[in-house]
């Protein structure tokens, strides 16, 4: 099987335009994040998902410098771009992560794929019941299944969030969360970017680790975060966005 990792990005957002080039480090935010991504062993290829806009131009341009496959479709049905995306590269499995989660871990992405190869699960992810911080999210399933769902789902919900018919149906698909090691008070902790607090957050986090060493890990933020506990209170008020 031909495993991709797909992002989904785009410059609109509501409560932070143009996020995803936001520069850390002197770099944009997206490309720290390919950079992660990249570092990945069960992933075949990486490749961003973006919109036919002109507006996301940018993002395509990006992907250019950076030697990154681009996929550009619907911006609004964002399933079908997925998918689209998934077939123009031959995946016979997605590996689903949002553009606005730069610290993504290669080794997490490691162990759900791992989890996902051993069978006897349609999705495999860390988010029905979080096991990691929001914005280490993984989801893993098949492009067979979610064009499926593309054909039976005329919910706009469900082309919206990717993958939210797979844990909305148990009844129609084998469902799997993998366990970690961490306590389960990490759960809590949110290292996506939506507002500015969560931006700074994320870029004192790269400050902190980066320079000494580009491939830290999420065992890395979670001690940096222990030593400096007044940069994980910086977001804590910050509300993420009701999927319904």
Request: proline content about 7%; hydrophobic content about 40%; aromatic content about 6%.
């Amino acid at each position: 099987m031909r495993f991709v990792c797909i992002i989904e990005a785009r410059m609109r957002s509501s409560r932070l335009p143009g996020k995803v080039l936001k520069p850390i480090l002197g770099k944009p935010m997206l490309e720290l994040m390919v950079e992660r991504l990249r570092l990945a062993r069960t992933v075949d290829e990486v490749v961003l998902a973006t919109t036919d806009k002109v507006d996301d131009q940018p993002l395509a341009d990006l992907g250019q410098r950076l030697n990154l496959p681009v996929f550009r479709g619907s911006e609004d049905d964002v399933l079908l771009r997925v998918l689209e995306a998934a077939r123009a590269h031959r995946a016979d499995v997605i590996v689903e992560v949002t553009g606005d989660c730069p610290l993504m871990d290669p080794g997490l992405i490691d162990k759900v794929v791992g989890d996902f190869r051993i069978g006897g699960a349609d999705f495999v992810s860390n988010v029905r019941g979080y096991t990691t911080p929001r914005g280490t999210d993984v989801r893993v399933f098949r492009t067979d299944d979610l064009a499926e769902i593309n054909r039976v789902s005329s919910d706009p919900a469900d082309h919206e969030h990717v993958s939210l018919h797979f844990w909305e149906h148990p009844e129609k698909y084998r469902l799997r969360n993998v366990p970690t090691e961490f306590p389960p008070a990490v759960a809590d902790l949110r290292l996506t970017v939506d507002t500015v607090e969560d931006l700074e957050l994320i870029a004192k986090i790269f400050a902190g680790l980066y320079p000494k060493n580009p491939a830290f890990n999420l065992s890395d933020i979670l001690e940096f975060l222990a030593a400096h506990p007044e940069i994980s209170t910086m977001n804590q008020h910050v509300k993420q966005k009701a999927v319904r």
